[in-house]
């Protein structure tokens, strides 16, 4: 039989936002000795209404199990099957905070693109580096320590 | 009876005007949007004559305010995003419920569609959480920043929220193979002049070909696991403090007095059967 595949059909030579945002969050609780962690969330696409028809939807929480597995919706990312550009839907205040830091243009509702795996770890390092990230999180250990 | 007072205070000093309402009606529950005063002021002048209200701070959600007559260990936040608190209130003696209390974006900076389709992520997320909590004894209240009868409010991907109870009671309808909960409206019931109290919760003309004057966009959901729990006679619109109108003499929301928007005010009997 011929084989019609190409060779280089296996090569993976990008990692994908899930990856990244896997590794990510699995550092957040080696940072905070899992009393805040994060989950990420896959969302199933939900009608016609979907997030701008993007298959692939993911929620980033940051949850506290000794709070009851309090969860707090920080930022949800949206792709197709091509991964980029990500599209970023962001808790207000951290919106607020990073796009005046950052060259990127807000689109509609105050999304954010990343249209590359540059850009996007850009944009996860703003979001993780936010006053408001920092203050939730924060707030999460005092309360689960008190 | 539990009552429950929801304002959007429209980004107004009103500490005074709150106190004033929360007392007049008797409120154990306050949740406001839109506070201009701290939540350390406002708590001190809901306390100045009679010491009866906590503070109940959201953690990751600081933009709607809760303030209970009973501990916040009975009223912690399960779920948040920075526009939803959703906290289960546990009081001894009492069913468990989940309130959901949401804030959702302006038309101004948000279309329609864009409100639908965050109404499918807000039945989603509520859902989970009912799923978390093992029950669907679920009130939504907030300014949903749409009527009962836009899209994201009807439709069943998003919050399914029907203008009759009885519809409701069924449970939960099957739309492409998908099942989806309802939620009972019974804003609809105080939609318009020839409801009790005022036409609606918001009022805006403006010139062009389309305008409702009066709009709901405040509004309180119930699970129909709730309904022999809400009566709706316990529901309103409120236009008064006891002390001073929220409206002009035309009827519409005074700014200057209280809010662009009009508080609502609930009861739920949650007393266990013996």
Redo the contacts between chains.
Sequence with gaps: MIDLWPSELSTVDQRSPLTILKEQASLLGEKTQNIVIAELEY?PP??G???NNYPFKYGFL?TCPA????????FSIAYDIEMYPVSFIL???VAEEIIEQTHLEPG??GELKASNEEEFIEILKRIFSSRKTAR?IR??LS?AKS | MISLLFWNVGRLSRRTLITRLARANDADVILLAEVADKPIELLKELNKTQTSYFFSPGIGNTKILAFTRFSDQFFRPCWETDRLTIRRMRLPGLEEILLAVVHFPSKLHWSERSQAMECTELGAEIRKEEERAGHQRTILVGDLNMNPFESGTVSAVGLHAVMDRRIAREGSRVVQGREYPFFYNPMWGLLGDGSRGPAGTFFHRHAEQEAYFWNMFDQVLVRPALLDRFDFKDLAILDDTGAERLVKESGVPDRDVGSDHLPVLFRLNLRVAA
Excluded: E, I, K, P
């Design positions: 969302t939900a009608g209404w979907r997030q940051l709070l009851g597995n309090y969860r707090f919706g920080l808790d207000s205040d509609m509702n939730v707030a999460l309360q």
